[in-house]
């Protein structure tokens, strides 16, 4: 049976890592691959504000731009779309199945907490599979629950 990786890529781990060899003598950077490679690259998709990247400015959600805004329903919807339409563009390893924003209750709307969940199914292996992306909007920050670190 051929590797994971063949079928979804490898890539350099995020945050980028090294590592030395038990005897020093090779460094190497450290890889993700498969799954691990895909939820990496949608935690930094979702982190990446317009522009933020120069040679490729529409690569991002912006969602930091909401972050004074009311939440409502319109919001809601709005990063929905939002999301929506990046992983469309720049996550072309999977289809996105079904994407909720969603508060658990009013104590997160207070908080201005919105939790995004992506329902995913990876095109070459037609493995389906969740990601949840926590974003505070009020802070302006998020932690992906399933991503290596959490972007403060």
């Known amino acids: 049976m051929p590797d994971a990786k063949d079928f979804l890529g490898c890539g350099w781990s995020f945050p980028p890592t090294f ?73 072309a390893r999977i289809k996105a199945d079904k994407i909720t924003v969603s508060q658990s209750d009013s104590w997160d709307a207070i908080q201005g907490y919105l939790r995004i969940s992506v329902d995913y199914t990876i095109r070459a292996t037609n493995s389906r599979y969740n990601y949840v992306y926590d974003f505070y909007v009020q802070e302006g920050r998020a932690e992906g629950i399933n991503a290596a670190i959490a972007i403060r």
């Open 19 to 91: 590592r030395k060899d038990n005897d020093n003598s090779d460094c190497y950077a450290v890889m993700a691959v498969g799954r691990e490679d895909i939820e990496q690259s949608l935690h930094i998709l979702l982190s990446t504000s317009l522009g933020e990247r120069v040679m490729i400015p529409q690569y991002g959600c912006n969602l930091a731009d909401y972050q004074f805004e009311s939440m409502s329903n319109t919001l809601i919807g709005f990063v929905t779309d939002m999301v929506t339409n990046a992983i469309l563009y720049y996550e």
